[in-house]
């Protein structure tokens, strides 16, 4: 199972933009695609649900739907994960609906965390409840790729949801922010990745028996841009000047790579798998019509320039959505 997170602690730079329209991508490309919403904001959800749908998985009357379901019977102590309700979205689409309640997990990802050097079962299901839970998603789904988006922080929720990643996707704008940001991100998963093989190597040999932990691997597979709307106040020059600065704060940062010289901007940088566009006029339309931006057609108000901005969307987007497939071997 392929597990892309898809993370940067700096919000606000299009990340969940970007996990929507890929899994769009990739079932336009015959994949079978999961897409998790590990966030508390629960964005994702609602890019993919209208709210009359969203109010059928918060009805009382009804059992719940969500991703906290899912976590519920191990983390109140009366089972252990169970398969989650993966709600078809489109052919090849499946999504695991999230919660705002999400963010109340968080004190028991953190209290349970230390408790894995002290060899407690217990423990070691919690810190892997996301990827025991996305491993039976993927497999209710047949799924090739399983998509997960996570919020800004570097808490014990999101340290739990990157362990379940194979890989890791930074996307980020060209800004001061996003540059410090990598700054944070790239020791952390270092950090991360490290602490988990410490506790991988105490886990009781009793517990291979019943549950399967994942590796924590949290490879990094590279970065995407995702360009600003040019102001006024704000030249081109500006972002620029930012944007060269990214293929040596990532290669130092996120690589701990510090012997070779950086390419001097993204444009000569393996690892920057997209520089993409900011469809400022694409966006409204394609909230409106409840699909991706690069398939809008004149039906929905893509009408001249629109719609060859859809199309430049969408070419885009499947340049990057090959990238993705190539390197992390999905196909």
Known sequence: MKTLAFFNNKGGVGKTTLVYHLAWMFAEMDLSVVAADLDPQMNLTSMFLEDDKLEEFWTD???????????APLLEGTGDVVDPYVNEIAKGIGLVVG?????????????????????KQRAFRVI???????????????????LIDVGP?????????????????????????????????????????EEWTERLNRAPASLGKTTELPEGRMDPVGYVVLQHAVRRDRPVKAYQRWLDRVPSVYSKWVLGETAQQPPSSPKEDPHCLAELKHYRSLMPLARTARKPMFLLTPADGAIGGHYKAARACHKDFSALAEALLEHCGIR
């Open 128 to 146: 892997s409840v996301f990827w025991r839970m996305l491993a039976k998603a993927a497999e209710q789904r047949q799924a090739d790729v399983v």
């Open 153 to 193: 922080s570097l808490g014990a929720l999101n340290r739990a949801a990157l362990i379940a990643a194979s890989h890791v996707v930074i996307p980020l704008g060209p800004d001061l922010y996003s540059v410090q940001g990598l700054k944070n991100l790239g020791p952390t998963l270092h950090r991360w990745r």
């Open 61 to 71: 009357a009804e059992p719940s739907r969500t991703v906290v379901a899912a976590l």
């Open 99 to 119: 919660d705002l309640s999400l963010s109340t997990v968080e004190d028991e990802l953190s209290t349970q965390w230390p408790s894995c050097l002290d060899q």
